[in-house]
């Protein structure tokens, strides 16, 4: 067995990528002169969240991200045996580096970190109220953003407002105004994850200890929350289909594109009511991912509604087929409650008890909000901000200085506000800008590099892998263990012919054949009874959960989508093969166990 | 009450019977209440008994035989022993009986999808006057005995082992009249096992009481209650019932039936096995899971941790194939305390998570 994995200096650059570290902030590269730091560390690809290569703004989200997580950890809570996350970006993929507490730091942190989380856990429900006020609102200031071609003359009411500022300072600072969202959207984010994690993690040790052969999966099901915002999309798609069946208008979808569907429920009273019905779920439950909600390419439902209307019309067939779509809330709730019953009895004493009940009172006090935010930040604000970036991309492309509108997602984030500058100042000024000379052939020029990367195979990680992995929110973010550490050292060394390991992220063993999917656009092609293979999957695939046997994926742990989904489902899982759709074909016959995280290929 | 019937299945042996069936059909009987799959069988009552005592009319010179005996008198009470067997073994069975037990084998037999299903026959002695009485080991018991003719015949042979050298002294010594001692029959299916073993209620490792671990292999659990097969080995959870872990060793004899040259009783016999069947799991995962619910019904009928021996016995229907030979309360672990002592303070607690995470203590383990 390998003891390292190769040095993130040894990567050469794929065959027409040269020049690709010019695409992303010069700090978020490994180079020469953190080189001693960056080569004796042990840096883990990010397929959960940043599966492809990054185009250069993209990594915008990435980098707010991080630095938000970092932060928290770092310098508000003051975790004691962990600062942040690092990252970098290696041909264009996402590479992160947990940072530990200095040893000598540790116990100094301990009481801080015991008043400030101390503080969140014991008004966690009165803060996490005013965070869905918070974080409303914020959605709200980024839906009022607007980005406008600069006019011609500005409008008189400029002048007799004495307003003193015109169109070209509203548009610079609309840009600077999304950057300060986003970044206090990030903000936001981890105001309460980090410490739900390590809620999470004190009852799973507890009962890790208690039962040291408890599946995770056991413990993940004793906490889970049974009304999720998470699947409340899906919700609303079966309530659409539902109500289209009840009113007869049924017979108006699935029968040409959407267009034609919305033509005919247009035309009439009962169709315009089915057309009200589904504006309600569309704000804000369709403003919801294909992907993981990181990539301006992910789809959007309420932008391309074919999507969600396809999933509709497939609930429409099962509807008259007389299938129940409903979640079975009322068996899941007995489920839950029969599972924390059983392992508590079997505990060994009253005080065990007792601490068993104050831990799992706290983990189902955080789990909304570890739940929860992942459909208000990824799926819906993200939504807004990549929506208002494209109508910055409209406004760039009719001044001239890219081909189309999904062009501005090549500029740096910093290149953007000097992009505007040149639009501006030239506007100003009534004298041509540079930029429609520069941009479209640097444009494409980059887009051929980034064409370059997508087509780069990400190695799960570089570097000097420690000894044991005990960062706790690389295990519990990113299911990172010693042992997956060691099976990717082992990958191609001898392992058993045909078998994968990864996560038991959800119970159940069957076989079928595989349909391997890398990325939202393929979904369509998954046909009944097939096994999932998809380097992740996301929330919003939910309907094709309804027809697949099982799901294994290459990236993610016991609370990745996939394995919550699953669980939910009542599919099993198999979660961070690391390399399913590496080795894995469609067509080929698995068998799956989601009992003990094992998929072979048996013909 | 009503009149108490010539047989009963186990499965439906209520305890308002159970002083007419004696000790150990009540046993099975209530095992298969409690959901416990013991071999299908049924209970001959000690009606039968007693009506086949009366309409024979021997008694009184049974009874002569044996008050006079001195049981020091070794060749005596054999002689005496003997001749009152012989008066047992030619009570006629009243015809109202003989049928419902040839119907109760008879629906045996279909159960198991065979002509002549082989059962054991073994005794099941009651006293009305002493009803906690055990009278364990002191009677026959028959294996392998196959056909309603033999089944009838072992039944008698029962019944006139109240009259072994042994039982005769044995009632003299507990102060147990000779006629206050009735016989109940068990007839009971011969397990032919598919693959056998043991499972205990708790993982023996290391203790956790939400294990369930099996140890199993082809063929009968000799091999494995003696050690001399590697087992399988499997670890259930007793709460999801998903099988946390899966040893498959290779299980190179195991421990089969095999016909005797010159009778047609079996005997079991070790063989080596090839290496494909030696290295199969010997257990489906449906069978895992069902041995596993099944050992969890023993450890909370008994109210402690079990250690219990199985069998999958393919004569039976699949999904009731599984059945318990044995339980015993386990003994290592359950003495032991094991308590996690864990902080119930919050914030403590949370800090020694962080500080020193689970995966540090496990990183190493072997996959």
């Not at chain 2, 028959?142 to 009838?152: P, Q, S």
């Amino acid at each position: 067995m390998a003891d390292r994995f190769p040095s993130p200096f040894e990567i050469e650059t794929p065959a027409g990528a040269e020049g690709w570290r010019e695409l992303y902030t010069y700090s978020s590269v490994f180079s020469e002169e953190r080189r001693d730091y960056e080569d004796t560390g042990f840096w883990f690809h990010d397929g959960v969240h940043w599966p492809e290569a990054m185009t250069p703004w993209d990594t915008t989200f990435l980098e707010f991200a991080i630095a938000s997580l970092s932060q928290y950890n770092t310098r508000h809570y003051l975790i004691p045996p962990a600062y942040g996350v690092d990252y970098r970006i290696l041909n264009g993929y996402v590479y992160l580096s947990p940072v530990p507490a200095p040893e000598e730091e540790i116990e100094a942190r301990v009481p801080h970190f015991m008043e400030r989380a101390g503080f969140y856990f014991g008004n966690w429900d009165r803060l996490y109220d005013d965070w869905l006020v918070k974080i409303r609102a914020l959605v709200q200031e980024m839906s009022d953003l607007t980005f406008e071609p600069l006019p011609e003359m500005e409008d008189l009411e400029v002048i007799t407002s004495g307003a003193g500022v015109g169109s070209g300072n509203a548009l610079l600072a609309g840009y600077h105004r999304l950057l300060d969202l986003g970044l206090t959207l990030w903000q936001y984010h981890f105001e309460f994850l980090n410490l739900g994690y390590a809620a999470y993690l004190d009852f799973f040790g507890f009962c890790k200890t208690a039962f040291p052969s408890i599946p995770d999966l056991a413990i993940a099901k004793m906490v889970a929350g049974v009304d999720v915002d998470l699947f409340r999309p899906d919700d609303e798609l079966k309530r659409l289909a539902r109500l289209a069946v009840s009113s007869g208008v049924d017979d108006r979808f699935g029968t040409g594109d959407v267009k034609d569907t919305w033509a005919k429920l247009h035309s009439d009273d009962v169709g315009q009511a089915w057309i009200a019905e589904w504006e309600k779920s569309a704000e804000p439950w369709f403003n919801f991912s294909t992907g993981s909600g990181f990539y301006h390419s992910d789809k959007i439902w309420i932008e391309n509604i074919e999507v969600p209307v396809g999933y509709i019309t497939d609930y429409i067939v099962k509807v008259k087929e007389g299938v129940d779509l409903d979640r079975p809330v009322a068996a899941l709730h007995v489920e839950r409650d029969r599972v924390v019953s059983e392992y508590r009895e079997l505990l060994a004493s009253d005080e065990d008890r007792e601490a068993f009940d104050g831990k799992l009172g706290l983990s189902r006090t955080v789990f909304p909000y570890v739940e929860n935010h992942n459909f208000y930040v990824e799926h819906w604000a993200h939504s807004v901000l990549w929506r208002k970036m494209k109508d910055l991309g409209a406004v760039l492309h009719g001044a001239g200085f890219i081909a189309e509108v999904n062009d501005v997602f090549m500029f740096k984030r910093s290149e953007v506000g000097e992009v505007l500058w040149d639009l501006y100042s030239a506007w100003a000024v009534g004298a041509p800008p540079r930029g429609p000379g520069y941009w479209p052939a640097e444009v494409e020029r980059r887009r051929g590099i980034h064409q370059a990367l997508k087509g780069w195979s990400a190695p799960p990680a570089l570097g000097i892998p420690p000894e044991v992995v005990t960062e706790p929110f690389t295990v519990m973010l990113w299911g990172i263990t010693s042992d997956s550490v060691s099976a990717w050292l082992n990958a191609g060394e001898g392992g058993e012919e045909g078998v994968l390991t990864g996560f038991a992220a959800s119970p159940g063993l069957v076989e079928g054949p595989a349909r391997v999917i890398f990325s939202a656009d393929q979904v369509g092609e998954i046909q009944d009874g097939e096994i999932l293979v998809a380097p992740l999957t996301a929330p919003s695939w939910a309907p094709v959960f309804g027809k697949i046997k099982a799901t294994v994926t290459d990236v993610g742990g016991m609370m990745s989508h996939a394995a919550i989904v699953c669980r939910e489902y009542g599919l099993p899982a198999v979660t961070g093969t690391a390399f399913g759709t590496k080795t894995i074909t469609t067509g080929q016959i698995l068998r799956v166990d989601g009992n003990t995280g094992k998929v072979t290929v048996i013909g | 009450m009503a009149e108490c019937p010539s047989a009963i299945p186990f499965g439906t042996l209520a305890g308002e019977h159970h002083l007419q069936v004696g000790g150990k059909c009540a046993s099975l009987g209530t095992m298969s209440q409690a959901g416990l799959p013991v071999p299908p069988g049924f209970a001959i009552t000690t009606r039968v008994f007693a009506d086949a005592r009366e309409t024979s009319g021997v008694m009184p010179r049974i009874k002569e035989l044996i008050d006079d005996i001195d049981d020091r008198d070794g060749a005596a009470l054999a002689r005496v022993a003997a001749a009152a067997r012989d008066l047992v073994r030619s009570w006629p069975l009243p015809e109202v009986h003989e049928s419902e037990i040839r119907r109760m084998y008879a629906e045996l037999c279909e159960l198991c999808d065979l002509d002549e299903v082989p059962v054991a026959v073994r005794s099941s002695a009651t006293s009305e006057d002493s009803p906690d009485a055990s009278f364990a080991g002191e009677h026959d018991s028959y294996l392998w005995v196959c056909g309603i003719d033999e089944v009838l015949d072992k039944v008698r042979a029962c019944w006139a082992s109240l009259y072994t050298d042994r039982a005769i002294t044995y009632r003299n010594q507990m102060g147990y009249a000779h006629d206050e001692v009735d016989m109940a029959v068990a007839v009971q299916k011969m397990v032919r096992p598919r693959s056998a073993g043991v499972a205990f209620t708790l993982d023996p490792t290391n203790g956790d009481r939400s294990g369930i671990c099996i140890d199993a292999a082809w063929g009968f659990g000799e091999g494995v209650v003696s050690g001399d097969v590697t087992p399988d080995n499997f670890l259930v959870d007793k709460v999801m019932w998903s099988i946390s872990r899966r040893t498959i060793s290779p299980k190179t004899h195991a421990h089969l039936l095999t016909e005797q040259g010159d009778g047609h009783r079996p005997v079991v016999t070790r063989v080596e096995l090839d290496e494909d069947k030696a290295n199969a799991p010997c257990l489906t995962d449906a069978e895992i899971v069902a041995i596993a619910r099944l050992a969890r019904v023993a450890e909370k009928h008994y109210g402690f941790a079990q250690d219990i021996e199985w069998a999958v016995d393919d004569d039976l229907p699949q999904g009731s194939d599984v059945v318990l030979l044995q339980a015993r309360p386990e003994t290592v672990w359950s003495k032991k305390k094991r308590d996690v002592g864990a902080k119930v303070d919050a914030m403590a607690s949370i800090v020694d998570t962080l500080v020193n995470p689970l995966y540090s203590k496990r990183g190493t383990q072997p996959a």
